[in-house]
């Protein structure tokens, strides 16, 4: 099995402590990046496309996102599962991407580089994103959504063992971080 770069004092034991529900292991050159995840993107269900360099098509184009994937050699899916009053709690649903983030943030700050983590999309890091007009000003932990880099969440789950739905009335939401040389 892959080992995480976990700072000294910190190991896999420490991700649920965090907030981290699920996680499996996997090869970076199993993760399937599929140009409908870019198209989903372009859709701006979510609002944030073209507002963030965390998300498309800020987040640069795919063959980048798959060269960057793969100078890594190991990933680590992982997801958190967020209870909903019912199936239409948007509230609900924006708390946990909310949460989800800084469960991120925690993850990223157990792990030594060089490591890179895609989260969800929007970033959080600065009031204002700089995007498109200056460069990033915390270029080294943004962590891009996995679909800004074309992959699809149930796939990236399927691919690690891990199920995509956890139940009724629940949110789940999905983060990578790829590490280890190539």
């Given at each position: 099995?892959a080992?995480?770069?976990?700072k000294p ?7 649920p402590?965090i ?8 090869k970076?050159?199993?993760i ?15 609002r944030r496309?073209g507002?963030?360099w965390?998300c498309a098509?800020g987040?640069?184009?795919?063959e980048q996102?798959?060269?960057t994937?793969h100078?890594y050699s190991?990933a680590l899916?992982f997801?958190?599962?967020y209870?909903?009053?019912d199936?239409y709690d948007?509230?609900?649903?924006a708390?946990g ?8 943030d925690r ?5 030594t ?9 929007g ?8 995007y498109?007009d200056?460069?990033c000003?915390?270029?080294?932990r ?8 074309g ?11 891990m ?5 009724e ?9 790829c590490?280890?040389?190539?």
């Amino acid at each position: 099995m892959a080992t995480l770069p976990f700072k000294p004092n910190y190991s896999l034991d420490d991700l649920p402590k965090i907030g981290i529900t699920r996680y499996g292991f996997i090869k970076t050159t199993d993760i399937v990046f599929d140009p409908q995840a870019l198209k989903l993107c372009e859709s701006n269900a979510c609002r944030r496309y073209g507002k963030y360099w965390t998300c498309a098509p800020g987040s640069g184009p795919l063959e980048q996102s798959k060269a960057t994937c793969h100078s890594y050699s190991d990933a680590l899916v992982f997801c958190s599962v967020y209870e909903l009053e019912d199936s239409y709690d948007v509230e609900g649903m924006a708390r946990g991407g909310t949460e989800f983030r800084n469960v991120c943030d925690r993850l990223y700050d157990l792990l030594t580089p060089p490591f890179k983590l895609l989260s969800t999309g929007g970033c959080h890091l600065c009031k204002t994103c700089t995007y498109p007009d200056a460069p990033c000003r915390f270029p080294d932990r943004m962590s891009p959504s996995i679909s800004s880099y074309g992959i699809i969440a149930a796939k990236l789950a399927d691919c690690a063992g891990m199920p995509y739905i956890n139940g009724e009335n629940t949110v789940t939401y999905f983060g990578l971080v790829c590490f280890g040389k190539a």
